[in-house]
Structure formats: structure tokens, C-alpha cells
């Protein structure tokens, strides 16, 4: 069974300065999506950036970028600059590409926070 | 373009009453799945509907059902309501299944508690 673990529970970053958050994988498939959502208190879970597994080059999303690497099943996100409206729960999301139904699998989160 | 949205926004249940969830769909989505999220825990998948028919289901029992209307709104029903049935349960809608490569984009959720 695919599972994606969040080593990290918590994390806090000044406001304005770089943080990575970690996540791993573990998949036998060589294909798939992997996705990072954040969660704030509202509670809805908003998408960040998407990286597709057979494409080399990492995603960015203006601030946000992911360094991934797949043949460690790796794939962690920076936020530079941050900002106080970063602070959320965050969620690794693995999506295999397969027939039928997309499933998402989550990882445990991270809750970060900015101090200003 | 209207996002997902879910109702009603909070709930509490006694055990073993049934309870109905509703969800409508972001504009041009016509597959919805749900997710049934524990306090501190991430996001288990429940099940998808396409085309008004269960595409997919997570490691949950039969007492988790759904329905798709014709508009791509959904349900999800819980029968027989448990004490650990206590989440928050969220709603997310997407294009067509290709294979996974469609994002999923989510509802505010509903929160769910059973005493």
C-alpha cells in the first residue's frame, strides 16, 4: 500500500525567511502525481503546487517551489519569503496514475507557523 | 466560476442515528470524492463519484454510502452513527478521472460529531 509520511509535526519560521518542509513516499508504481494542499484554521484544504513524477524539473508556484527527487521518494517544499498568511496545516499528497478512481493519500500534515 | 461547497457547515449526532452530508461541485467538475479527516489526522479516502456511479472506495464499511445527482451535486449518508465517525468530512470535486492527474479542489467541509 502506498504511504506518505510528514516527519515533521511542527515547524515555525520568521516571517520573511525561507523554510522546507519534508515529505516521503513509498510507492511501487513509476508514475504518479504528488501534490502539496495547506489547510488553514477555515479548514478548507487549498492546493499549492503539483509535481508530476515523470517530469524532471521541479514545480514553482511563485513562492512556493518543491525539490523532488524520485528515486529517493522524496519531495519536499520551500516557502521563501514567508509570509503570516502561510501559517496552516500542511499536506504531502501522493495520486497514482491509474484506471478508476483518483485517491488521493495524505500524509499526517505539519502544522507551520510564522512568527512575525 | 463557483468553488466546491458543502452543507451543512456543523453537525452533532447521537450514536446510531444516520446523518446525510451535501456537496456541490466547482463549475465544470463532474467527479466528487470524500474524505473523512480525524482531528490531527490527514485526509482518508471514502469513495468517488463519476457519472452518478461509485468509482472507487477507500478501506471504509457499507454503512458509508453516496449518491450523484445529474447535476454533480453529492451525498454522502452514514448509517448507524459510531462515536469515532467524529470528523471532519470534506467534499472535493474534479474534472472527468484520466488517471489521476486531476487536481482536486476541496469543500470547507462539514464537522461531524457524534456523542
Known amino acids: 500500500a502506498q504511504t506518505v509520511t510528514q516527519s515533521q509535526p511542527e515547524m515555525s519560521v520568521q516571517e520573511a525567511e525561507t523554510v522546507t518542509l519534508s515529505c516521503t513516499y513509498d510507492?511501487?508504481?513509476?508514475?504518479?502525481?504528488l501534490f502539496w494542499y495547506k489547510q488553514p484554521p477555515s479548514r478548507q484544504m487549498i492546493l499549492v503546487i503539483r509535481?508530476?513524477?515523470?517530469?524532471?524539473q521541479n514545480a514553482t508556484e511563485n513562492r512556493f517551489s518543491v525539490n523532488f527527487q524520485k528515486a529517493a521518494k522524496s519531495f519536499s517544499l520551500k516557502i521563501s519569503d514567508s509570509q503570516l498568511g502561510d501559517a496552516a496545516m500542511y499536506f504531502c499528497?501522493?495520486?497514482?496514475?491509474?484506471?478508476?478512481?483518483?485517491?488521493?493519500?495524505f500524509g499526517q500534515g505539519t502544522r507551520l507557523t510564522i512568527n512575525p | 466560476e463557483t468553488g466546491v461547497t458543502q452543507s451543512p457547515t456543523h453537525l452533532i449526532k447521537t450514536r446510531g442515528q444516520q446523518v446525510t452530508l451535501r456537496c456541490s461541485s466547482q463549475?465544470?467538475?463532474?467527479?466528487v470524492s470524500w474524505y473523512q479527516q480525524a482531528l490531527g489526522q490527514g485526509p482518508q479516502f471514502i469513495f468517488q463519484?463519476?457519472?452518478?456511479?461509485?468509482?472507487g472506495r477507500g478501506n471504509f464499511p457499507p454503512r458509508f454510502s453516496g449518491l450523484q445527482f445529474p447535476n454533480y451535486s453529492s451525498e454522502l449518508n452514514v448509517n448507524a452513527l459510531e462515536l469515532d465517525d467524529s470528523a471532519l468530512y470534506l467534499c472535493?470535486?474534479?474534472?472527468?478521472?484520466?488517471?489521476?492527474?486531476?487536481?482536486?479542489?476541496f469543500g470547507p467541509g462539514t464537522r461531524l460529531t457524534v456523542l
Open positions: 472535493a470535486s474534479s474534472l472527468p478521472p484520466t488517471g489521476g492527474k486531476d487536481t482536486q479542489y
Open positions: 510507492t511501487s508504481e513509476s508514475d504518479y502525481y
Open positions: 509535481q508530476e513524477a515523470y517530469k524532471q
Open positions: 499528497a501522493y495520486n497514482p496514475i491509474i484506471q478508476g478512481a483518483q485517491k488521493l493519500v
Open positions: 463549475s465544470g467538475h463532474n467527479t
Open positions: 463519484y463519476y457519472r452518478e456511479e461509485e468509482n
